[in-house]
């Protein structure tokens, strides 16, 4: 079992910033790939920067350029660098991570932190 717990959310006005942490505990080796997905009420969870452990970065068209993902291995904690942050950027954001376990990729959720951007 991987345990996730995140941090850094809040409230932030228009073209402000936030950095999202989530620290990996538990069974936490073998963790392939680490990312940042949100919620926003009415819509369906999407996915906002993904970290591979070598490193790789993949972004949402609708943050790339004001976002940047990292990840401290020797940690298990990733990050989100929020920027330039808009009203439709508000949501529950949420850690995940995905195990191998055997050989099965297991996805792995936090409990969500909210993100609310004022204008």
Known sequence: QV?????????VQRGGSLRLSCAASGSSSNIVLMGWYRQAPGKQRE????????????YADSVKGRSTISRDNSKNTVYLQMNSLKPEDTAVYYCNAVRIEGVTPVNYWGQGTQVTVSS
Do not use: D, F, W
Not at 3 to 11: A, D, I, R, T
Not at 47 to 55: D, E, H, K, R, Y
């Open 3 to 11: 345990q996730l717990v995140e941090s850094g959310g809040g409230l």
């Open 47 to 58: 996915l906002v920067a993904s970290i591979t452990s070598g490193g790789r970065t993949n």
